[in-house]
T-cell receptor
């Protein structure tokens, strides 16, 4: 079983749509959770951290369910510029810098006009 | 401020040859990481330096890979001899001091093709 699993997609949606990505992780010792965004042939960039209480950043909402070991990302009012691959990432350590990031394979989103 | 820079951006080598990838972290960042993504797989951790010391090299696939960070500044990752399955993109990342939290900054990657 993969440590972090995501639906690879692609998700093809029109502008203005709401789209949700899901992710599950296998290690219950995981303590930190993130969504990264990766544009084609570019580096991954942190989109947002994910907290147990859920958190929102503009059109983006992230949720974490520790009991189910499940993470989600909701994008409202999709823009063309949201087209990218979204990577679910977990880390076993907390804020300590040393613990490796564990990546999912990513979910590809394509937003069309 | 300059980000994480990697060189070369692309490299095509023959099986059995040697390739050395270089990473310059963000100035002042003590933590330096190497990750890689091979075709069809997820990005995977290779190793972590704190300054010049290897903190964790549990992700290094085998002894054909050698990473160094002399002087605690830039790092090199050498693959010798390269095999076909080493093809992929090698990302370097850096972050500041140990308790800085969760933001690490990735370079654009070095794309390696072994033929």
């Amino acid at each position: 079983r993969k440590e972090v699993e995501q639906d690879p997609g692609p998700f093809n949606v029109p502008e203005g749509a709401t789209v949700a990505f899901n992710c599950t992780y296998s290690n219950s010792a995981s303590q930190s959770f993130f969504w990264y965004r990766q544009d084609c042939r570019k580096e991954p960039k942190l989109l947002m951290s994910v907290y147990s209480s859920g958190n929102e950043d503009g059109r983006f909402t992230a949720q974490l369910n520790r009991a189910s070991q499940y993470i989600s990302l909701l994008i409202r009012d999709s823009k063309l510029s949201d087209s990218a691959t979204y990577l679910c990432v977990v880390k076993q350590g907390g804020t300590q810098a040393g613990t490796a990031l564990i990546f999912g394979k990513g979910t590809t989103l394509s937003v069309s006009s | 401020e300059a980000g994480v820079t990697q060189f070369p951006s692309h490299s095509v080598i023959e099986k059995g040859q040697t390739v050395t990838l270089r990473c310059d972290p963000i100035s002042g960042h003590d933590n330096l990481y190497w990750y890689r993504r091979v075709m069809g797989k997820e990005i995977k951790f290779l190793l972590h330096f704190v300054k010049e010391s290897k903190q964790d090299e549990s992700g290094m696939p085998n002894n054909r890979f050698l990473a160094e960070r002399t002087g605690g500044t830039y790092s090199t990752l050498k693959v010798q001899p390269a095999e076909l399955e080493d093809s992929g993109v090698y990302f370097c990342a850096s972050s500041p001091y140990v308790l800085a939290g969760n933001t690490i900054y990735f370079g654009e990657g070095s794309w390696l093709t072994v033929v």
